[in-house]
């Protein structure tokens, strides 16, 4: 009781992302909030995905009153309150006891959609059950195809609606943050780490405790059954035998074995979107990984218009990396997306609430949509194209104001 009112007090004085992440890095050991908050090398392309969406500029209409901007729409058929699924984002059990179960919790009552990941800390199983028809699933392959083939019959089974292949972990990315914390997701519990961690561990008493009355799991749940070595993101060293992302190949075994909708998640240019397309698929989300894979790979908005123009009137595009702000969905919706995933917020609300916290996180990002529709004159989401957004480049220049 105690602790879920200062749970509340906290997540009351949480304004924004900034302040969610602030308070999750006192909140996590360092290697946890490393393994959710860093990039890959450089992290150039990490940065360069939110100053990609801070460099669009509004073009807002004035004398419009918007008393109710409406923002609900459909994904495939499947209506959401609002065009913001929360991403997939394996290790979280390590984040917060309730891991995916609160997420998709959050996501349901939120009205939309969690997307859930191979690696998630509860089975596909428990976490469908937690929010009946509102999930997504997710795809890695683990241990060849077998494994593969394994989750794609268990998500059909447990009712998952759409399958969201995953091709950009060829191999685990350098991440230096990692390596340098020492931090893998699926390390054993052994007298070494204890020795490795045990300083950054004591510093977060309240984390350790909670982690250790959740079993200290480090499983990912769904490989539970399966041999060891089909265990992948064993950070640094991710791949042991075929446990890397899905090919073409994959992705054609998955249309051929799953009914409802298929999307590629990953896609940076317009030919893997008519590849994508090509292969049958419906949908696909523009995204780098959050900047935790290829360094040096392009801002999503940066690549977004190319996609939307080749393959936009044919698929479902969505798009995720560096939406921090509600007026950052607006953007990617006039570039073309369907709707975007939200990432890091969701997880530093995970760390600080629970299911209340990503609950928290999402409807920040709800209103403050809805407060950006009204000062731009805009009443409805499906009213959004490049006309609500300036040209790229300097926008005095182009005025003739300054000379090139
Ligand atoms: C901690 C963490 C774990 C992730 N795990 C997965 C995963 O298991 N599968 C996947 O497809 N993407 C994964 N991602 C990538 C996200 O789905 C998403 O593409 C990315 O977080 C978007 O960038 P943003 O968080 O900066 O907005 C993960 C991201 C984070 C931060």
Known sequence: MALSKLQRTRLARVLNYEDARRLAKRTLPRGVFDYVDGGAEDEVTLRRNTEAFQELRFRPRMGIWVAEPAVSTTLFGQHVSFP????????MRLVHPQADVGVARAAASAGTIHVVSSASGFSLEEIAE???DRHWFQLYRYRGRGGMENL???????????????????????RERDWRNGFSYSMRVNVANALRLGPQLARRPFWLARYILDGMPFQLANTAGMTPDAVPMALPEMTSAGSHSPTWDDVAWVRQNFDGPVLVKGV??????????????????????GGRQLDGAPA????LPEIVEAVGDQLEILADGGVRRGGDVLKALALGAKAVLLGRPY???????????VAHMVEMVRTEMQRSMQLMGCSSIHDLDRSWLMPPGNALNRSGILPD
Request: net charge negative.
């Open 84 to 91: 913001v699924l929360t991403a997939p984002c394996g290790g």
């Open 130 to 132: 937690s929010s009946p």
């Open 152 to 174: 794609v019959h268990r998500a059909k089974a447990a009712g998952y609606q759409a399958i969201v292949v995953t091709v950009d972990i060829q191999v685990g990315a350098k």
């Open 268 to 289: 940076l240019t317009a030919e893997d979107g008519r590849k994508a397309l090509d292969m049958g698929c419906d949908g696909l989300v523009v995204s780098n990984h």
């Open 300 to 303: 999503t908005m940066d690549v």
């Open 347 to 357: 997880v530093w609300g995970l760390a600080l609430g629970g299911q209340d916290g």
